[in-house]
């Protein structure tokens, strides 16, 4: 009987990891609906899939809807919502939630830097009897800053669909071999 090494048990499980890898890659890219962005005069695009998490403004609302994309109906195309199916030329502009967090980023990082800054004088009255009141105050204006700048990055950091940028729509799906 042979003995089991550790050498013979990584062979075995990496082997059986490259098997259901082979297996499920077969099976994942045989049937895909892709929502793409396209530029106008660039060869990168944006694909959206089944399942991705998106802000979208309508041309009938005028707020953002958080929205989870179920379905894609290229023949129609629609696009089915968790709230509901809509037409591709009722989207009027898409947030992808790295565009809609990075104002929330800028804001932490803002604040935190500030805090830190007012925080830092009375460990400096250790060394000091006065403590530095532009340290305080530079701590303060970069906390007000980070707190006014989330809703300035969050009304630029978005895709407007219109004369550069366009949705489409896309079936990815392999034919069967015959």
Not at 25 to 43: L, N, P
Not at 119 to 145: C, K, M, Q, R
Request: aromatic share 12%; glycine share 6%.
């Amino acid at each position: 009987m042979e003995q089991i090494t550790k050498l013979t048990i990584l062979k075995i499980i990496l082997l059986s990891g490259i098997g259901a890898f082979l297996l499920f890659a077969g099976v994942a890219c045989s049937a895909q609906k892709v929502m793409q962005i396209e530029t106008r005069g660039k060869v990168n695009t944006k694909k959206f899939y089944v399942g991705d998490e998106l802000m979208i403004k309508l041309a009938s609302d005028n707020f953002w809807r958080t929205a989870t994309i179920f379905d894609i109906f290229v023949e129609d195309n629609e696009i089915d919502f968790d709230f509901g199916v809509v037409h591709l030329s009722e989207i009027t502009a898409l947030r992808t939630m790295a565009q809609y967090n990075r104002g929330r980023n800028w804001q932490r990082w803002l604040f935190r830097s500030g805090a830190s800054f007012i925080l830092y004088t009375p460990l400096e009255l250790i060394y000091s009897d006065e403590p530095n009141y532009s340290l305080i105050a530079f701590g303060a204006a970069l906390s007000v800053v980070g707190i006014m700048l989330r809703p300035i990055v969050n009304k630029y950091s978005l895709t407007r669909i219109g004369k550069r940028k366009r949705l489409r729509l896309l079936d990815l799906s392999f034919l069967p071999p015959e």
